[in-house]
């Protein structure tokens, strides 16, 4: 965990970026509440499913929608006093990046460590609804679905 330390240590100095602090402080609660027992078998697996999810939206998406949107024009009035070659070079980065996050961030692994969370849990007689494999497929697919109806996930 020392590793998640100073990663905030070294983000510290943009805590003057309206909201950033908030983030930060979610980062530091929930990995406080995880060392001290406070963080349940249930909340550990949604947790890692905001964190990574490949069948929905998630942490990393939202990060991903939030460039998009810092490099829009339309949703950042601060861009609207740059040259509009810089502003639609900016912009399509935005896109861009949002795009890559969709379709190249990693999300198997914390994924994977839910599951074998709840088979663990299952065993030892733990607190986490076992779910079948019809009722998985199920879900993902209405994920699937609400994804694709989504106006704000790239396509």
């Known amino acids: 965990m020392a590793a998640l330390e100073d990663t905030l240590d070294d983000l510290d100095g943009f805590a003057w970026i309206p909201g950033v602090q908030h983030f930060f402080q979610f980062m530091q609660e929930a990995r406080q509440a995880a060392a001290t027992g406070r963080l349940s078998l249930d909340a550990t697996q949604t ?21 998009q949107d810092l490099t829009n024009p339309d949703t950042n009035t601060a861009l609207n006093g740059l040259d509009p070659d810089t502003v639609k ?37 733990g607190r986490c609804q076992a779910v079948t494999d019809d009722e998985r497929k199920e879900l993902s697919k209405k994920v699937a679905d609400a994804n694709k109806k989504s106006i704000n996930r790239p396509r």
């Open 47 to 67: 947790l890692l499913s905001l964190l990574g999810n490949p069948n929905g939206p998630d942490l990393p998406q939202a990060l991903a929608d939030l460039a």
């Open 89 to 125: 070079e900016v912009q399509l980065l935005g896109e861009l990046h949002a795009h890559d996050t969709a379709d190249y961030t990693p999300r198997d692994h914390t994924n994977e460590a839910c599951a074998r969370i709840s088979e663990a849990a299952q065993h030892a007689g």
